[in-house]
């Protein structure tokens, strides 16, 4: 039977390396295909890895909190009989003459602070994974006095920035602390909760001038991909303001009947824009090289907000999903993206997106472009404003969206049109029922 490696795999478009969170199997477990064989955090969630081969697990050769970079071989699977030797020497080989990664010189650390986790690699479209023997051991912060008092064991702490920074602050140990947020996190009201004293903004401790906080994954990777989309690619803007009375009222009509999921304004976006790119196929696309890929299917990214960065989960062939579904699959892909529950599939592979800021009350924004996407539509809020039409002055609903476009891809006519029939579907919603 054949050897099958194990590698850690590209499970987003951004990943460039993985934290390997943990082994569902040990050493010498039988292993059929489509069987899990571990978790891996990547910048985006935690997604469990399937084995594409039958065997026995034979060998584990990245154990469990180790960053891999993608591709790097990380297990063996192979029947008992096999002999896997030259392969096991070849991958101690590879570790063995690989450059020692440089020591950072220390870092002051500001009175009162405790030290977090050294940052993880980020990762970046454009960038090739490293090789396998460039695996740098990952550096942790020694436990506070307090958790060796208690005898709390030492490991993966999930908190908010902000909750880090005021038990750091305050000389708690966050691994006595039960979470509260998705997943688990730990968020500030734990923290106050446990009885956490936070010092006011205006009156900071003696003697802390400032503080610097490693960045989390996410924002590593956000740090990475938005100079390779903001920079190199020609951004232009187009906006319009909606009348979304008619949508607002519907809206409303169709959350109050009984089985039907709750609808979202964003809902009625989602499918607005999942039309109009069937009928702007050119707005549905990305540079390609030397092409332009134009893409026939409506894949449509969703920004979620996150404690501690952005992730835009994909919702797939939205043109052919009625608003109930939208409605539905969208919110369970939002409540997953912040437990980091998504599956590889929906990290990636989105040929447009949403970003909308309308719960906080935002009037109107641009979005950088998500590469290799050619466009991406900012949504502010509904907001009761002053309307003069034909029958005089008034009160209505209004709102902004603002379309950002890869100029390489589309010009501005292009864009104006698309947004132009955006706003048509939303000013007309029942045309989205159909």
Same mark, same amino acid.
């Given at each position: 039977?054949a050897?099958t490696?194990v590698?850690?795999p590209?499970l987003?478009?951004?990943?460039?390396s993985?934290k390997?969170?943990?082994w569902l199997?040990?050493?010498?477990d039988?292993?059929?295909g489509?069987?899990i064989?571990?978790?891996?955090?990547?910048?985006k969630?935690?997604?469990e890895?399937?084995?594409?081969g039958?065997?026995?697990?034979?060998k584990i050769?990245a154990?469990?909190?180790?960053?891999v970079p993608?591709?790097?071989?990380i297990?063996?699977?192979?029947?008992?009989s096999?002999?896997?030797?030259?392969?096991?020497a070849?991958?101690?080989?590879?570790?063995?003459?690989?450059?020692?990664?440089?020591t950072?010189?220390?870092?002051?650390?500001?009175a009162g602070?405790?030290?977090?986790p050294a940052?993880?690699?980020a990762s970046?479209p454009?960038a090739?994974? #490293?090789?396998?023997?460039? &695996? /740098?051991?990952?550096v942790? $912060?020694?436990?506070? @006095?307090a =958790?060796? *008092?208690s005898g709390? +064991?030492?490991?993966?702490v999930k908190a908010?920035?902000l909750a880090k920074?005021?038990?750091?602050?305050?000389?708690?140990?966050?691994?006595?602390?039960?979470g509260?947020? #998705?997943?688990?996190?730990i &968020? /500030?009201?734990?923290?106050? $909760?446990?009885?956490? @004293?936070? =010092?006011? *903004?205006?009156?900071? +401790?003696?003697?802390?001038?400032?503080?610097?906080?490693?960045?989390?994954?996410?924002r590593?990777t956000?740090?990475?991909?938005?100079p390779?989309?903001?920079?190199p690619? #020609?951004?232009?803007?187009?906006?319009?303001?909606?009348?979304m009375?008619?949508?607002?009222?519907?809206?409303e009509?169709?959350n109050?009947?009984?089985g039907?999921p709750?609808?979202s304004v964003?809902?009625?976006?989602?499918?607005?824009?999942?039309?109009?790119?069937l009928k702007?196929?050119?707005v549905?696309?990305?540079?390609?090289?030397?092409?332009?890929?134009?893409?026939?299917?409506?894949?449509?990214?969703?920004a979620?907000a996150?404690?501690?960065?952005?992730?835009t989960p994909?919702?797939?062939?939205c043109?052919a999903?009625?608003?109930?579904?939208?409605?539905?699959?969208a919110?369970d892909l939002?409540?997953r993206?912040?437990?980091?529950?998504?599956?590889?599939p929906?990290?990636?592979?989105?040929?447009?997106?949403?970003?909308?800021?309308?719960?906080f009350?935002?009037?109107?924004?641009?979005?950088?472009?998500?590469?290799?996407e050619?466009?991406i539509?900012?949504?502010?809020s509904?907001?009761?404003v002053?309307?003069?039409?034909?029958t005089?002055?008034?009160?209505?609903?209004?709102?902004?969206m603002?379309?950002?476009?890869d100029h390489?891809?589309?010009?501005g006519?292009?864009?104006a049109r698309?947004?132009?029939d955006?706003k048509?579907l939303?000013?007309?919603?029942?045309?989205?029922l159909v």
């Amino acid at each position: 039977m054949a050897v099958t490696k194990v590698v850690m795999p590209k499970l987003s478009d951004a990943m460039e390396s993985g934290k390997l969170i943990k082994w569902l199997k040990k050493e010498g477990d039988r292993i059929q295909g489509g069987d899990i064989l571990a978790e891996v955090e990547t910048d985006k969630a935690d997604v469990e890895m399937e084995a594409f081969g039958a065997g026995v697990l034979r060998k584990i050769l990245a154990p469990a909190g180790a960053t891999v970079p993608i591709g790097s071989l990380i297990g063996v699977i192979a029947e008992p009989s096999d002999d896997i030797s030259a392969l096991l020497a070849s991958a101690a080989a590879g570790a063995a003459t690989a450059p020692a990664a440089p020591t950072p010189p220390p870092r002051p650390e500001p009175a009162g602070a405790a030290a977090g986790p050294a940052p993880r690699p980020a990762s970046g479209p454009a960038a090739a994974p #490293p090789p396998a023997a460039a &695996v /740098r051991p990952a550096v942790v $912060a020694s436990p506070p @006095a307090a =958790a060796v *008092a208690s005898g709390a +064991a030492p490991g993966r702490v999930k908190a908010s920035p902000l909750a880090k920074k005021i038990a750091a602050q305050s000389g708690v140990d966050l691994r006595l602390i039960q979470g509260s947020g #998705p997943g688990g996190r730990i &968020v /500030r009201r734990d923290v106050e $909760a446990a009885g956490v @004293a936070t =010092a006011p *903004a205006t009156a900071p +401790a003696v003697g802390v001038e400032f503080e610097d906080v490693s960045l989390t994954p996410i924002r590593a990777t956000i740090a990475r991909r938005m100079p390779l989309s903001k920079a190199p690619v #020609p951004h232009f803007y187009v906006t319009s303001e909606v009348g979304m009375d008619r949508a607002w009222e519907l809206r409303e009509e169709l959350n109050t009947l009984e089985g039907q999921p709750k609808i979202s304004v964003n809902d009625f976006v989602i499918r607005a824009c999942a039309l109009a790119l069937l009928k702007h196929p050119g707005v549905n696309a990305s540079l390609q090289g030397d092409a332009i890929r134009v893409y026939h299917r409506a894949h449509i990214g969703i920004a979620v907000a996150l404690d501690d960065g952005l992730i835009t989960p994909v919702l797939r062939d939205c043109h052919a999903k009625p608003l109930a579904q939208i409605a539905v699959e969208a919110r369970d892909l939002a409540e997953r993206a912040r437990n980091r529950k998504l599956r590889a599939p929906e990290l990636s592979g989105a040929t447009f997106s949403i970003s909308n800021l309308g719960m906080f009350d935002v009037a109107e924004f641009s979005a950088i472009i998500n590469p290799p996407e050619g466009a991406i539509l900012a949504v502010g809020s509904v907001r009761r404003v002053p309307v003069v039409d034909d029958t005089g002055l008034g009160v209505g609903r209004r709102m902004n969206m603002t379309l950002s476009c890869d100029h390489r891809v589309m010009d501005g006519a292009m864009g104006a049109r698309f947004l132009q029939d955006v706003k048509r579907l939303l000013e007309e919603p029942l045309r989205l029922l159909v």
